[in-house]
């Protein structure tokens, strides 16, 4: 008899989803489906808000990543209103940007994704947590965690208000600067940060890679996808989080295009299943070839192991030679093994918080030059940064008044939609087997998932209305074409 | 010592923000797990619904649940929580008023979803295509949540103990929350968990607020104006909700040199926070320098996205919706 497996909801990610699997009568998958099932909306009720309102509303799309909603908005309206940030106010983005990449990175590393590998897959579910964690590394490690995490978010709060939720980010600044005597508490913290980065990564290689079974599934098939791969660059190709161009490289590690942010429509499409709520990404000039890996495939990954593998280096010293230890140990890029997210994670949270020791130290810093005032509404403007989950953008238009007549934006977390349905099926044909299957093995597929860090809320920003009963598609003349109807 | 209390954590239409403010508790957080057993958390733990379906009426002590209700999974979860939790605290903005993601009520599904998969820039979709509630694949069937036709505040769906409002709630009121329940020392329900003033008795630019405040000209717009970081928003013909907004944040935006937006939801005994404000407002502008009312009031842009920006389901005009929707379904 063929069987169905359920997993709801599905944990330790941010959002709603679930995974459906279908088995066939000797017990074998026949496929398996991540669904989003998350409905909100942004795009459409943004429209007629004011468009300086954005970096104040596109923060509530993710409670999780609000800074990357944050600052795609800030950058967005500088483009909008046709202005660049002080230098000041850039150090300041960016300073806030880098203890957000550093406390999101430890956030998924610790609490999401750490109980898989340091009390292995298979550990009891009332025990596979963060607290789980803690008891198995000791309190000491838990506190450190901790306080490194608050530290970060305290640079969020200083500057931007709250965390979650930084707000007040404006075209060409920032609506307050920094007094001298933040500094101390800064460099502190900066440093703090490089040294923690360094623990985590020492504490990855002992607990994870230094432990056979934990290397074995890293390396295994059943976690390993073949697509292209697409992060922001900095001018001399190296991992960039606030600023960038477009590269996308293909499976096969050969460059496939690089392009201005301003550009993506050329670039990046989305695709509309009916069995999920998330829109797929694909690239456009390949058009949509299905949930397919390989040469025949159109799709693409964002986030940290597709930035290693785009990125021909990391932007800072220490960083750098962690890349170098990563490809010696993994192969040439680029790396197709999914777990290996988590590694290429901790070496990012590295990169932020070493650009976060020269930023702290920049006398420019604590300058009250925070706004540039010289506003000129173009009506048009693309924000663009590396999130911590991939690539985001944001994309505004408006009317003469700066009243926002368009939203379009495109997640890191959609980017990866695609991949993580085929990591989802991979994971499922190699370690489910019916009619008993282990709870153990259902937590290696959500581990396939886990690698991502997907945000089903940001993925999810587009659509509040939910399920149609009936849709009219018109041309642009408003003349009726076509009527959608729900059976 | 007996059982420890047993709790859920859980999230409805939400962000994750108010369960990072849960993490936010730093160390507290230790100690709250600690005193209790979380019996359900989604962003950090492995425990599936199924897990919590095992529990008898009432063997929770409390859920502290975040986030609006908008499809028939979320009113699922919420009642399922009621029923297994003796109290349900409304954690955060979205629980306790829909928070911004309701400001979708003001639009119809129809229009959003024309928007979003036809008429969006990105979109290739030539079939088409739009999510189904069922999808059939190879004889089985995929299935996504019904939704329902608006975004509801929590206590529209099912009876809520208490209230900790904010986008995020801060830490120290989710702490105080869930001390005053497990030491049992709590208001009468209905009560909201937070201080009963308006923002502008705590704001420090209160004092810098004249004794009769005016407003001549237009409002002005955030990314027009330096802002003076000591005074009063509205005494420079900002647009600040403070008035008519409940304290409890720490004036974090304010100090932020950014005018209140609301998030707490309206101070006690204020049902509509949006005509509040509004009439307050309107005793506030002089336009006799002006000349042109009109003009003055239309420079405020989007009454609505100021007024309502977190509240519009709880609000008059929101429960009107509502009403209509429920009295159209058939």
């Known amino acids: ?487 | 010592m007996g059982e420890k209390p047993k709790i859920a954590i859980c999230w409805l239409g939400a962000c994750g923000g108010c369960d990072e403010a849960v993490v936010d508790l730093n160390e507290g957080l230790l100690e709250v797990a600690e005193a209790v057993s979380i019996e359900l958390w989604p962003v950090a733990m492995d425990f599936k619904y199924d897990h919590l379906r095992n529990f008898g009426k009432n063997e929770l002590a409390v859920g502290l649940v975040s986030g609006h209700v908008r499809n028939s999974e979320h009113e699922e979860v919420a009642h399922l929580l009621r029923e297994r939790c003796r109290i349900i605290i409304g954690l955060g903005t979205c629980a306790c008023f829909g928070g911004t993601p309701a400001m979708a009520n003001l639009i119809s599904r129809e229009e959003i979803l024309d928007t979003v998969y036809v008429k969006a820039p990105s979109v290739v979709n030539p079939l088409g295509k739009l999510p189904q509630p069922e999808t059939e694949w190879e004889g089985e069937t995929l299935v996504l949540p019904e939704f329902m036709d608006h975004v509801y505040a929590l206590n529209q769906v099912i009876s809520v103990d208490y209230f900790i409002p904010g986008c995020p709630p801060p830490p120290e009121l989710i702490k105080n929350g869930i001390r005053a329940v497990l030491t049992d020392d709590l208001p009468p329900k209905g009560s909201t968990l937070a201080p009963r003033k308006a923002l502008c008795e705590t704001c420090a630019r209160n004092k810098t607020k004249p004794i009769r405040l005016e407003i001549h000209g237009p409002i002005r717009r955030i990314h027009e104006v330096e802002a003076d970081p000591e005074i009063c928003f509205l005494a420079e013909g900002i647009l600040c909700m403070g008035p008519a907004t409940r304290t409890g944040c720490g004036e974090t935006c304010i100090k932020t040199n950014i005018p209140c937006r609301g998030c707490f939801g309206p101070t006690p005994g204020i049902t509509d926070p949006g005509s509040r404000f509004i009439s307050s407002l309107a005793a506030l502008l002089k336009v006799g320098t002006t000349g042109d009312p009109e003009a003055v009031m239309a420079s405020i842009g989007d009454p609505v996205g100021y007024l309502y920006r977190f509240t519009h389901p709880v609000s008059t005009l929101g429960e009107r919706c509502l009403r209509k929707a429920t009295e159209e379904t058939p």
């Open chain 1, 1 to 487: 008899m063929s069987q169905r497996i359920t997993i709801n909801p599905i944990t330790r990610l941010e959002g709603h989803g679930k995974i459906e699997i279908f088995l066939d009568e000797q017990g074998e998958v026949r496929d398996a489906f991540w669904q989003v099932v998350e409905l909100r909306g942004f795009e459409r009720f943004c429209v007629g808000r004011p468009a300086e309102e954005m970096t104040r509303i596109a923060p509530n799309i993710c409670g999780v990543c609000p800074s990357a909603h944050h600052m795609a908005a800030s950058k967005a309206l500088d483009a909008l209103y046709g202005v660049a940030p002080t230098p000041t106010a850039k150090l300041l983005r960016e300073l806030e940007f880098n203890a957000f990449i550093i406390e999101d990175h430890y956030i998924h590393f610790f609490f999401l994704a750490a109980p898989d590998f340091i009390l292995g897959p298979d550990a009891s579910p009332a025990e596979r947590n963060i607290l789980g964690v803690i008891g198995s590394l000791g309190q000491e490690i838990g506190k450190q965690v901790i306080d490194i995490r608050k530290r970060n978010r305290d640079i969020i709060r200083l500057l931007f208000s709250k965390a979650p939720h930084p707000e007040g980010g404006l075209p060409g600044g920032v609506p307050r600067g920094i007094a001298e005597e933040d500094r101390k508490t800064l460099m502190a913290t900066a440093d703090d940060s490089v040294n923690f980065a360094l623990f985590a990564l020492d504490l990855f290689k002992k607990e994870v890679l230094g432990k056979k079974a934990l290397k074995d599934l890293i390396l295994s098939d059943a976690y390993a996808l073949d697509t292209y791969s697409m992060a922001l660059v900095d001018e001399n190709d190296r991992v960039s989080f606030y600023d960038g161009t477009v590269k996308v490289i293909g499976p096969d590690g050969r460059e496939f295009v690089r392009f201005h942010p301003d550009d993506y429509l050329d670039h990046i499409a989305e695709w509309v299943e009916p069995w999920t709520t998330i829109k797929f990404c694909f690239l456009k000039q390949l058009g949509w070839k299905g949930l397919v890996e390989g040469d025949d495939t159109s799709l693409y990954r964002v986030a940290p192991l597709a930035r290693l593998n785009v990125a021909s280096g990391m932007a800072t010293p220490l960083a750098q030679k962690e890349y170098d230890l990563f490809f010696e140990t993994l192969g040439e890029p680029p790396v197709p093994h999914t777990l290996a997210m988590h590694w290429a994670r901790l070496i990012c949270a590295l990169q932020a918080a070493e650009r976060n020791q020269s930023i702290v130290r920049d006398p420019l810093l604590t300058s009250r030059d925070i706004r540039n005032m010289n506003l000129k509404l173009t009506r048009k403007g693309v924000g663009c940064v590396e999130a911590p989950r991939g690539t985001l953008f944001h994309h505004y238009e408006t009317d003469e008044r700066g009243i926002l007549t368009r939203v379009n934006l495109i997640v890191a977390t959609q980017n990866n939609a695609g991949p993580i349905c085929l990591s989802i099926k991979k994971a499922a044909r190699a370690f489910v087997r019916g009619p008993d299957v282990k709870e153990g093995f259902l937590n290696r597929v959500e581990m396939a998932f886990r690698a991502y860090d997907p945000c089903l809320a940001c993925a999810t920003h587009s659509l509040p209305g939910g399920i149609p009963l009936v849709v009219n598609l018109r041309d642009a003349s408003g003349a009726l074409i076509r009527t959608l109807t729900r059976d």
